[in-house]
């Protein structure tokens, strides 16, 4: 008889990961950020994360990037085990990226630059156009808004394809119409080739809007996985227009059921810090 067809790994995965760190103030003081997550993004699909202010959402991501090893448990990208940097991965993080002495155009390039890619200029423009700013490719960052910022940051790890795009609360310091904007503009990108993305964000109407599943954290230390919602809603999706939806509405009152008290949780432990 033949054998069974395996399944496709996930793109990537973390299995049983913990990180435990050593206090600032003293040295034999010990603090688990995350404890026994398990969590898989497949090819493709796109997943947000969501927990309380201080869960280690961006910890898991750092896990996620090769950025941190873990102290316990493992990540595996396309099923091999993940040793350093994540080759396969993209991140575009939550505080400013670019090198303001390079213009849009020079930021854009730089990774391509770096692998010794020869037209590299020529798909930074290309990437520029495709985020809407073709013709400012020869501003600097200084010369550009925080929403023009954001999506030279966004072209700027689109374009070296990457398997997996990794994002830190990308759009939390802007207001909510060039947000939008923006949540729009990644699933216009994203719908096109299908990459696997991890999405961590703290907004929970912005995570349900934008992705195919929810992962919720609980409260920390030893934050874990406390819920995994499917988003039902069809794509393709406008995050403006998505939320005034019944089913949107159901599934903000279900996950928001699980993460109320952690973030109540969470809250009580900033005041108290």
């Given at each position: 008889m033949p054998a069974a067809a395996t399944a496709e790994p996930a793109a990537l995965?973390?299995?049983?990961?913990?990180?435990?760190?050593?206090?600032?103030?003293?040295?034999?003081?010990?603090y688990t950020a995350v404890q026994d997550v398990t969590l898989?993004?497949?090819?493709?699909?796109?997943?947000s994360v969501v927990g309380p202010t201080g869960c280690g959402k961006s910890t898991l991501l750092n896990v996620a990037a090769g950025l941190l090893a873990p102290t316990r448990g493992r990540a595996e990208v396309f099923g091999l085990p993940l040793a350093g940097i994540n080759k396969r991965a993209g991140y575009m993080f939550q505080a400013e990226s670019l090198m303001p002495w390079r213009s849009a155009r020079d930021n854009v390039a730089a990774?391509?630059?770096?692998r010794g890619v020869a037209d590299a200029h020529a798909q930074a423009d290309d990437w520029l156009k495709r985020v809407g700013l073709g013709r400012f490719g020869d501003?600097?960052?200084?010369?550009?808004?925080?929403?023009?910022?954001?999506?030279?940051?966004?072209?700027?790890?689109?374009?070296?394809?990457?398997?997996?795009?990794?994002?830190?609360?990308?759009?939390?310091?802007?207001?909510?119409q060039t947000r939008q904007l923006m949540e729009n503009e990644v699933l216009d990108l994203w719908a096109r080739k299908r990459?696997?993305?991890?999405?961590?964000?703290?907004?929970?109407?912005?995570?349900?809007?934008?992705?195919?599943?929810?992962v919720c954290l609980s409260a920390g230390p030893g934050s874990h996985p406390i819920g995994e919602f499917a988003i039902d809603l069809a794509r393709p999706r406008d995050v403006a227009?998505?939320?005034?939806?019944?089913?949107?509405v159901e599934l903000h009152e279900a996950i928001w059921a699980v993460l109320r008290e952690e973030v109540l949780k969470g809250y009580q432990q900033q005041l108290a810090a």
């Open positions: 995965r973390l299995e049983g990961v913990a990180c435990t760190f050593a206090s600032r103030h003293d040295p034999a003081q010990r898989e993004v497949g090819a493709g699909e796109f997943v990774g391509l630059e770096f501003r600097y960052p200084h010369q550009l808004s925080g929403g023009m910022r954001k999506r030279v940051s966004l072209a700027q790890t689109l374009v070296l394809d990457p398997d997996i795009i990794l994002m830190d609360e990308p759009f939390s310091a802007l207001d909510i990459k696997a993305v991890l999405f961590i964000t703290h907004d929970l109407d912005e995570a349900i809007a934008m992705s195919d599943r929810v227009e998505v939320r005034t939806t019944p089913r949107f």
